[in-house]
């Protein structure tokens, strides 16, 4: 539907797949993620918590099995960069000059705020 569940903000030099991590006690279902977020940590930790990640296999990996309708969602992963996108262009909360921390703060939630006020999200 296009919604926000939770975000989290790190520094730009911190791994994304230790973020996931932190955020394991909120997921639920089937995450789906690039070719970045394989390791193996992260799958047996998804285990544990009775959720599947689900990933395309690497090249040098053996291919995984998926059922049909994980592999048509596996594809439709580009809603998560349409969302993205929209966060970065329409609502401007990519800025590298702040001169504040109460700025960056103030512009990223107004920018976050303004995308959930859209009346039209992209959709699968």
């Known amino acids: 539907m296009g919604e926000l569940l939770d975000i989290k903000l790190t ?6 797949r230790k973020a996931l991590k932190e955020m ?3 997921l639920f279902g089937k995450p789906f993620g690039d ?3 394989i390791a193996q940590w992260l799958t ?3 285990k544990e918590g009775d959720v599947e990640f689900i990933t395309k296999a690497r090249r040098n990996m ?3 099995e998926h059922t049909p309708f994980d592999a048509a969602l596996l594809k439709k992963r580009s809603l998560v960069e ?3 996108d929209e966060l970065k ?3 401007q909360i990519e800025h590298t000059r702040h001169r504040s921390p109460t ?3 103030v512009n990223l939630m107004g920018g976050i705020v303004a995308y959930c006020l859209f009346p039209n999200k992209p959709t699968l």
């Open 11 to 16: 520094a730009g030099n911190v791994d994304d």
């Open 24 to 26: 394991d006690t909120l």
């Open 35 to 37: 070719k970045g977020y």
């Open 44 to 46: 047996e930790f998804c």
């Open 62 to 64: 053996k291919p995984r």
């Open 82 to 84: 349409t969302v993205i």
């Open 89 to 91: 262009n329409l609502c």
């Open 103 to 105: 700025n960056f703060a």
